[in-house]
């Protein structure tokens, strides 16, 4: 769209210039960058004293798993502009299923590629069955819905102990591999890390690729004014459905692969407080900004798993009173509680804001007092 | 033809009338010999804590059309402030049996809790919800998504994650015997202390130039404005007294039950926006019924052991509720709306 037009200035004019136009390309290189990059910088201080290499390329692993949710749901919040609640389930149901074609628990063990696309139609299949009925809900009424929904998966799934095992949940889930070249194994994060950043590549390509098809000007045309899309011969239920279906396959295959990572799921993994962290991030990055929604989930997660942990190290070593009493790490939700709020009242475009959002949002300073 | 017009309109406006106290003598009716004594008084009482949270979802909608997320955590603070008031202030370990000492006590723990919550409503209102006002709808809901985890984690900092014991200040053991069964006087007490309060605020809303004033508000804010009303203190009462409330409902659920937790919140707080839902969001005396419905509903499904599903139905019935019927039981014709 407009992005081809803008002129590109700076030293690497050129540079940028190629990657504008080559857009797949540049992802795909600048993810090939960084995740020789991540690795190389943890081997200097400060970064090599917090912990070993592996535990790192097992921390950005996890982040990056973070990052493909916020993704996902950042298509449905930042592009459609519809506010789910109940994203974990998505999430949630994709790990299952693998879980259950892949672990002891079932006795079935099948491959673990077909079951990432597996994953992904499960978690279609289930947007499209709540979407259905719940899409021509007001924009606070459906995040009320997919809340409940968020909710009645994981009770379910702990109560419908016959086949899910309950609480406990299902461990001992197979890892993936490659017949005769390649086993993934719990000690080495080295693949698990390749193939987590193989599909957030894929990942962000294909989403970038929606947002300037047809269908992402759809989506756009329908959260600027649902009403006047409407009148102008969009289909926006059907849209609507697309958008929902689109984010929760991506939550399914990442829960396919989030649960071969950690080789167990429990209805606990996928509370609430997952899909607000997913949300946080999405808000912290920038609505509709998917590099910058992406970049948003690796603060976050970082900075709860690293920094927070840091702390408490800190505090123990110094043997601070009343501050050793406190562990830090349960710190993480009133993160997201803060980066919630703050954004909203203080930048709702979020750190990155997707360009289009910019303008969205900047009669808002005109209504910063309120009525008076 | 006018004349009959006229004649059957009235007659559906008595109809209309009548089908909420039909509907709930009807309800109680079968509910009492399908649970028994003892579970129907205990669902009359979870009835009553729901339904004085779900007049703050109820109120808080209606007027300024925010899903105040965070009313259940509210909630949930009112508990652990009528527990430090009983148990630091009034230095109760227990139960007090001594009459005046306890009608005095119980007074005073109510009207402290209730003055807290209601200060701490209009101050999340005044930082989170008002600067807010003008945005896009989705700005303040997921604002008060975060006010939501601030409040839980504040809380489990103070007090830690643990289940925190109340002190129930009135002695469970007194009871009077209703057919053969022992009722215990803190559940009437209980259940008529909430009818009082949402009685109380029946006729604010109704008789009061206040409440006169949230109804026009809630109606059309800026022709509101235009005649005079004061928006802001009009929406910060509405807050004030939704979380007066939230905290009266905090102090029943600490003497009843004799515990609270930082995580009461959430799931409370979802079941009472439920109750909300069904009984016509906007819509107080639904707001209360939604409330009963929901105890009834929980209450039923443990006592046939299907405790572990009460939830489940209960949130079924709010995607059930919102995806078919938006505007619940009694619906929300704008005159009774708050």
Known sequence: ?372 | MATANVTSASAGRLLGNLRLPIGIVLFLGISLPILGIDQFVNALTLGAIYALVALGYTMVYGIIELINFAHGDVFMVGSFVAMFISSSLLGAEGSITNVPMLAASVLLLFALTIAVMALIGALIERLAYRPLRRAPKLAPLITAIGVSFILQNIIQFFFGPTIVTVPQLVPIEWSIQVSGSRVPLLNIFVIGASVALMFALQVFISRTRTGRAMRTTSMDRDASSLMGVDINRTIMITFLIGSGLAGAAGVVHGLYYGNTSFALGFQSGLKAFTAAVLGGIGNTAGAALGGFIIAFIEVGASAFGYGRWGGAVVFSLLVIFLVFRPTGLLGSHSGDRA
């Open chain 1, 1 to 372: 769209m407009t992005r081809i037009a803008d002129a590109v200035t700076g030293p690497f004019a050129p540079v940028r210039a190629f990657f504008r136009r080559h857009r797949s390309l540049g992802i795909f290189v600048g993810v090939a960058l960084l995740s020789i990059a991540l690795p190389l910088l943890t081997r200097v201080p400060p970064f090599d004293g917090i912990q070993s290499t592996n535990a790192w390329v097992n921390a950005f692993t996890t982040a990056a798993i973070y990052a493909m949710l916020a993704m996902g749901l950042n298509v449905v919040i930042g592009f459609a502009g519809l506010l789910d609640l109940g994203y974990a389930a998505f999430f949630a149901l994709g790990g299952y299923t693998y879980a259950l074609a892949a672990s002891p628990f079932s006795g079935i063990h099948l491959p673990f590629w077909p079951m990432l696309l597996a994953g992904g139609i499960v978690g279609a299949i289930f947007g499209v069955l709540l979407g259905a009925p719940t899409l021509r809900l007001r924009g606070d009424y459906l995040a009320i819905v997919t809340l409940g929904f968020g909710e009645i998966v994981p009770i379910t799934l702990m109560n419908a102990d016959k086949f899910t095992d309950g609480v406990n949940g299902i461990g001992g889930i197979d890892k993936p591999s490659i017949p005769g070249i390649l086993q993934f194994t719990l000690i080495n994060p080295w693949p698990m890390y390749g193939l987590v950043l193989v599909l957030f590549t894929l990942v962000m390509i294909m989403i970038y690729r929606l947002e300037d098809s047809r269908l992402g000007r759809t989506w756009d045309a329908i959260r600027e004014d649902e009403l006047a899309a409407e009148s102008s011969g969009v289909n926006t239920v059907i849209a609507k459905l697309q958008a929902f279906a689109v984010g929760a396959s991506i939550a399914g295959i990442v829960g396919v692969v989030n649960a071969a990572k950690i080789t167990i799921v429990t209805p606990d993994q996928f509370r609430f407080a997952v899909s607000i962290s997913a949300l946080a991030a999405v808000v912290l990055g920038g609505m509709g900004n998917t590099i910058g929604v992406a970049t948003g989930a690796f603060i976050i997660y970082l900075f709860q798993s690293i920094l927070l942990k840091q702390l408490n190290t800190l505090v123990e070593n110094f043997n601070i009173p009343v501050l050793n009493q406190i562990d830090f790490l349960e710190f993480q939700y009133v993160l997201y509680g803060i980066v919630l709020v703050l954004m909203m009242l203080k930048r709702p475009q979020g750190i990155f804001p997707a360009r289009r959002r910019m303008r969205e949002f900047a009669p808002l300073k005109i209504g910063k007092g309120g009525l008076k």
